[in-house]
């Protein structure tokens, strides 16, 4: 018996580990594989900025865009407010343009895309990442939002959109070309225990409060410190070959497009 508890938990320990190690590679492996060593390049929907921080070098400039002033701000980014639907640039100044889990979120997600269009130079590249809508996490996704036990509560929103790969080409088909689509996050099982004890400390907190028990929880910034560049990680190109197959499983697809 204790022989087949270890073997479980050395398979937990090895899931885990790979876990942690995908996370760390997507969206990062992209960006950093897409991203020109020059020009002007934007952020669109950057929260805090933690991926200009991420990706800031010399020679690099990152204009930083969301529709609320971020809580820090990097002094080496210049941040500015407004939305992806009527972006507040000039045409073609981009050289590359990154929006991460942004688009769900916008309600008229087409016009995002013209907009990303009119910006990018000829060529230019775009890569966003946005929820899969034919997977089990979708389940996940909409209980959590209705139960409102999301786990980044800024973004406890509904989703205008989820999306298919057949979605994804339809709305970025007309203006660019050579859209490639991977999935990633792989981690169904972790996110289903998580929304389970999420809902579970949910009603307890209803019950503390009805006695008038006072809540002094408080919420912290948990983004992952991602490494400045993309680490050789044998893990990631075993998932990255078996992705492909079980992208029902996965959370995220993240996309490349290039500029028609």
Do not use: W
């Not at 790969?165 to 490639?180: A, D, E, L, P, Y």
């Not at 998932?239 to 492909?244: E, G, T, V, Y």
């Not at 079980?246 to 028609?260: D, E, G, R």
């Amino acid at each position: 018996m204790e022989r087949f508890k270890d073997f479980f938990r050395t398979i937990r320990k090895h899931s885990r580990t790979i876990q942690k190690e995908v996370v760390k590679e997507e969206p990062h492996s992209t960006l950093v594989q897409n991203i020109p060593d020059k020009g002007l390049i934007l952020d669109a929907g950057s929260g805090n900025g933690q991926f200009a921080r991420m990706l800031n070098k010399t020679g690099r400039t990152i204009l930083c865009l969301d529709i609320k002033a971020p809580n820090k701000r990097n002094p080496e980014n210049d941040y500015i407010l407004g939305s992806v639907e009527s972006l507040p640039f000039k045409k073609e100044v981009f050289e590359f343009t990154y929006c991460l889990s942004v688009l769900q979120f916008v309600k008229n997600d087409e016009a995002g895309f013209d907009e990303f269009n009119r910006t990018l130079k000829p060529g230019g590249r775009l890569v966003f990442t946005v929820p899969t809508k034919y997977s089990i996490f979708h389940l996940v996704r909409e209980l959590e939002l209705f139960f409102n036990v999301y786990e980044y509560p800024e973004f406890n929103v509904p989703h205008h959109h989820y999306y298919s790969k057949t979605r994804i080409k339809h709305v970025s088909s007309k203006n660019f070309s050579g859209v490639k689509i991977r999935p990633y996050l792989f981690n169904f099982f972790p996110r289903l225990m998580s929304f389970i004890v999420n809902l579970g400390k949910k009603y307890h907190l209803i019950r503390s409060k009805s006695r008038n028990i006072e809540d002094n929880t408080t919420s912290e910034d948990t983004g992952i410190p991602f490494p400045k560049e993309s680490p050789d990680n044998h893990f990631f190109r075993m998932f990255d070959a078996l992705s492909r197959c079980f992208s029902f499983l996965a959370y995220h697809y993240v996309v490349v497009a290039v500029k028609k």
